[in-house]
């Protein structure tokens, strides 16, 4: 059951916990900088976490805890059937399950079309499917670049069920990273540079370390917007 993955093709490169490793110590005096909503965005340079400016953003309590109870009313029938994959070596993702929805219920529908005015340019074209991501509390997502031929400049995305921390590593820069705590709940938005230039994940549970603070992380839901591209 590869649903997606089929038309959102990743390319992703094996991951570079090291260089971040050795960055973090040796940045550890002043590199890490906390900015912007309420220090939700750490990165290894002031200026790399400047200079993408809105292009990076986190909105927590974005969804009520009503909302989010909409979504898994909606969501958990037709998940609950699929199994969570983890034998696909070869996939981005590794332990979930996935799925794609065009038509909502009104409570869900209504949030939607915040995400979608919160992310997205008025009139821009967007994928009808909204992807819809269950990972397992073992499951994690690999570094990678979503397919520049299928989905455009900004990818949305809300987080249900658990925090999570994502991570973005420049392409070919290793050193030049951010991590994103995103809470429970709440909505992030990758544009442009952060979206073509950079590979994100959502570590997996062992890893889940922001600032020095662990993060546990339980199966989370994510629910996706995307445009198409330009
Ligand atoms: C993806 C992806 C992030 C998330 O499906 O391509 O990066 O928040 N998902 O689940
Ligand atoms: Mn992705």
Redesign the pocket.
């Known amino acids: 059951m590869r649903l997606?993955l089929t038309v959102?093709k990743?390319t992703h490169k094996p991951p570079v916990y090291t260089s971040r490793q050795r960055c973090l110590s040796s940045c550890a005096s002043g590199g890490l900088l906390p900015l912007r909503d309420e220090a939700l965005i750490l990165g290894s340079s002031r200026e790399l976490v400047q200079g993408l400016g809105s292009q990076v953003e986190v909105r927590t309590a974005f969804v009520t805890e009503e909302e989010e109870g909409a979504f898994l009313r909606e969501l958990e029938p037709g998940l609950k059937k699929k199994r969570y994959e983890f034998d696909h070596w070869d996939d981005?993702?590794h332990g979930y399950r996935?799925t794609e929805r065009l038509r909502w219920g009104a409570a869900c529908e209504e949030v939607l079309n915040r995400v979608r005015s919160a992310a997205f340019p008025e009139g821009s074209p967007l994928l009808g499917p909204v992807?819809v991501?269950d990972?397992d509390k073992t499951g994690y997502?690999k570094p990678?670049i979503?397919s520049v031929k299928f989905c455009g400049s900004t990818?949305a995305?809300l987080?249900l069920l658990s925090d999570?921390i994502?991570r973005l590593v420049r392409e070919n820069t290793s050193n030049e990273w951010l991590d994103l705590l995103?809470p429970r709940r709440s909505l992030?938005i990758l544009r442009d540079r952060a979206r073509y230039n950079f590979t994100?994940?959502?570590l997996k549970d062992e890893e889940s370390v922001f600032n020095g603070q662990r993060v546990p992380r339980q199966r989370?839901i994510?629910v996706?917007c995307r445009n198409l591209p330009g």
Do not use: N, Q, V
């Open positions: 997606l959102i990743r981005a993702i996935e992807h991501l990972l997502i990678h979503d990818i995305g987080s999570s994502m995103l992030y994100h994940e959502i989370r994510s996706i």
